[in-house]
């Protein structure tokens, strides 16, 4: 089966410009997950939605970052500016049921440098 | 909150031979799940293992194995037979039931030949 696809794999942007990700996960799983993961730490939820509703955003910077599931499917997110403690690597990830313990799948993340 | 505790930040290991990478969390719940990933450069994450916490036998996939201690709060990985392709990031990571995912800092294997 196809995993779950990301792009783009690394983007370089200036502070204070706008940058989106994209992830499509795998067919029929209906829980997605975006994921930063700054250099020498753990990956940190930053948002979990079930088929297109948010389950938990709680750690999502929500004044310069959002996202998006339409349709249950596919996934943006968005960060507008961007600030130099936003380089990371963000991965999306996603399982079939609607439940944590649950194997996730992941994808191959994107690396976003900010200058 | 949950945390969870990798005190290894860097691990090295002689081809063919057997390693152990530890993991400790905090928790006051009795069910939960723990899981060991495993990041190659390639960033993609892939599950190497899977606890449940009401079960008492530790979990085994061929070469991998868990020393889970429930009282101890504690979770290690043993790689058994270690192979140039487990260089790797290794995190350890907890959830309870409806809860987020929470991960350790993880611990660097590299495999040596």
């Known amino acids: 089966e196809a995993g779950v696809a990301q792009s783009p794999r690394y983007k370089i942007i200036e502070k204070r410009q706008s940058v989106a990700f994209w992830c499509n996960p795998i067919?029929?799983?209906?829980?997605l997950y975006w994921y930063q993961q700054i250099l020498g730490q753990g990956p940190k939820l930053l948002i979990q939605f079930q088929n297109n509703g948010v389950v938990d955003d709680s750690q999502l910077p929500k004044d310069r970052f959002s996202a998006e599931r339409l349709k249950g499917v596919d996934s943006t997110l968005k960060i507008q500016p961007a600030k130099l403690e936003d380089s990371a690597v963000y991965l999306c990830a996603s399982s079939l049921g609607r439940t944590t313990n649950e194997k996730l799948f992941f994808g191959s993340g994107t690396q976003l440098s900010v200058l | 909150a949950q945390t969870v505790t990798q005190s290894q930040p860097e691990m090295s290991v002689q081809e063919a031979e057997t390693v152990t990478l530890s993991c400790t969390y905090d928790?006051?719940?009795?069910?939960?799940?723990l899981f060991w990933y495993k990041q190659p450069p390639s960033r993609q994450m892939i599950l190497v293992i899977r606890?449940?916490?009401?079960?008492?036998q530790n979990a085994t996939e061929n070469r991998f194995s868990v020393n889970f201690q429930k009282a101890a709060k504690s979770f290690s990985l043993k790689i058994s037979d270690s192979q140039l392709g487990d260089t790797a990031m290794y995190f350890c990571?907890?959830?309870?039931?409806?809860?987020?995912?929470?991960f350790g800092a993880g611990t660097i294997l590299r495999v040596k030949s």
């Open positions: 928790t006051s719940e009795n069910n939960y799940y």
């Open positions: 606890q449940e916490a009401y079960k008492q």
């Open positions: 067919s029929g799983h209906a829980t």
């Open positions: 990571a907890f959830t309870k039931y409806g809860n987020k995912l929470v």
